[in-house]
């Protein structure tokens, strides 16, 4: 497979062609944070936290670094004042719908972001597809999916699939950015899913 020749942060690099410039900077040990990506999935680009800039032919424009590809000769910056401040909001957007998640809260640390600066819409999910894209692309079950759209999508256990299948993997649980995914099963669960039969029947 040919290599592209480019520059992260000042630095020559070479990467496969076909690499995104997530990949590309992960192997160079550039940290670019991520909450919907993950290496057995296909790229999602849902958060946009890893929105870099790319300098190309003397143009510039932001980019969401995993499903961006590895081009020859252009420039990428993966962290600066303005990529901060465009990740700060994204953070406080997310933490409007999850303030207490572990990795949000981490990451408001290290951007100064407030997690009171828009009002709460608290349920708990970020949209991130971590747990429906893997149950999908990996295990191929697609017991749970995302219903509505818009400001009023949620994630939703499709409870025919989802008693039979999710006792017995529950793979997606760790997944979860916000931890929220367990509670989601036990509500649906308790809710939604089929009774079950007595013994005998």
């Given at each position: ?43 999602f680009g849902g958060c946009r936290l890893c929105i870099v800039e790319v300098e190309e032919r003397g143009w510039t424009k932001l ?54 600066r828009y009002e709460q819409d608290t349920s708990f999910c970020i949209h991130c597809g971590l747990c429906v894209r893997y149950c ?50 036990v509500l649906a669960q308790a809710l939604s899913f089929p009774p079950s039969k007595p013994e005998g029947e």
């Amino acid at each position: 497979m040919s290599e592209v020749q480019f520059e992260i942060d000042g630095k020559k690099v070479k990467s496969a062609e076909g690499a995104t410039l997530l990949e590309a900077a992960r192997e160079e040990g550039i940290y670019i944070p991520t909450l919907c990506h993950h290496e057995r999935l296909e790229p999602f680009g849902g958060c946009r936290l890893c929105i870099v800039e790319v300098e190309e032919r003397g143009w510039t424009k932001l980019v969401v670094s995993c499903v961006y590809p590895v081009a020859e000769n252009i420039k990428v910056t993966t962290r600066s004042e303005k990529i901060d401040r465009i990740r700060k909001t994204i953070i406080e957007l997310l933490m409007a719908h999850a303030p207490a998640a572990p990795e949000l809260v981490k990451l408001a640390q290290e951007y100064g972001a407030d997690q009171d600066r828009y009002e709460q819409d608290t349920s708990f999910c970020i949209h991130c597809g971590l747990c429906v894209r893997y149950c999908n692309e990996v295990k191929g079950k697609n017991a749970i999916g995302f219903v509505d759209r818009g400001i009023n999508k949620e994630i939703s256990f499709i409870p025919q699939i989802a008693a039979v299948e999710c006792n017995d993997c529950k793979e997606c649980f760790p997944l979860c950015p916000t931890s929220y995914l367990q509670a989601a099963f036990v509500l649906a669960q308790a809710l939604s899913f089929p009774p079950s039969k007595p013994e005998g029947e």
